[in-house]
C-alpha cells in the first residue's frame, strides 16, 4: 500500500475521488468488457480473455492470474449470467494448473447465441450496469434443470427415508413390512 497522509483533506479527496471514478468505470465498462471477450472467443477462437475474466471475479487462480482463492468480485453473478445466455453448451471449469485458471468444454452442438450477444452488445452502448434493470430484465438467472428421477430410484429414495424414519421411531421393518403386507397391493394399509 502506498504511503498515504491521512492528515490531508486534499489527499483524502483526491484518494475519494479516484476510488469513486474507478467504480463508476467498472460499473459502465462490464458490458462491453464482457462483450469484447466474448466476442474474442467467437470470432477469433481466444478464449484467454474469458478465461480471465471468469476466473478472475469468481476468486480462482491459475498460473497467470493471482487472485485470493474464494474472494468472490460482485461482479461474479452477472458474468455468470451473461455466459449462460451467451454461451451454448460450452460449460467452463476451473483448473488452476492452467495458464487463466479455466478451461471450455465444448459439447455437441455448441455454439454462441447470437441474440443474447447482440444485446449485451446493446446494453454495452448504452452504458448499461450489471446492477440495473435492464440488465436483469435481458440477462435473468437461469436454474439448472435437474433430470427426472426414474420410477427405480425414487422408490429407493422413499424406502431409505422410510427406513430412517422407523430407526429414529424405534419400529422395527418387519412390523412396517407386515403394514403393508396385510392388504391388497391395491389397497391402502390401514393403520
Not at 43 to 49: D, L, M
Not at 62 to 85: D, S
Request: aromatic fraction near 8%; charge should be positive.
Amino acid at each position: 500500500m502506498e504511503q498515504v497522509d491521512f492528515n490531508n483533506p486534499e489527499t483524502m479527496q483526491a484518494m475519494v475521488d479516484k476510488w469513486l471514478s474507478n467504480a463508476n468505470n467498472a460499473e459502465r465498462g462490464f458490458c462491453l468488457m464482457l462483450y469484447s471477450a466474448l466476442y474474442q472467443a467467437k470470432e477469433h477462437g481466444n478464449w484467454n480473455n474469458l478465461a480471465k475474466v471468469y476466473a478472475g471475479v469468481n476468486g480462482k487462480k491459475g498460473t497467470r492470474i493471482r487472485r485470493v482463492e474464494g474472494e468472490k468480485l460482485p461482479y461474479a453473478v452477472a458474468v455468470k449470467r451473461v455466459m449462460q445466455h451467451c454461451l451454448v453448451n460450452i460449460k467452463p471449469t476451473f483448473d488452476a494448473k492452467l495458464e487463466y485458471g479455466v478451461k471450455f468444454d465444448k459439447l455437441n452442438n455448441h455454439g454462441f447465441n447470437e441474440k443474447s450477444l447482440d444485446t449485451l452488445r446493446e446494453l454495452a452502448q448504452e452504458g448499461i450496469t450489471p446492477n440495473s434493470k435492464a440488465f436483469k430484465l435481458e440477462f435473468p438467472s437461469i436454474q439448472p434443470t435437474k433430470p427426472e428421477k426414474g420410477q427405480d430410484e425414487l422408490i429407493r429414495a422413499k424406502v431409505a427415508s422410510i427406513k430412517k424414519w422407523a430407526e429414529e421411531n424405534g419400529i422395527p421393518m418387519s412390523v412396517l413390512a407386515h403394514a403393508f403386507d396385510a392388504k391388497p397391493a391395491n389397497q391402502e394399509p390401514e393403520f
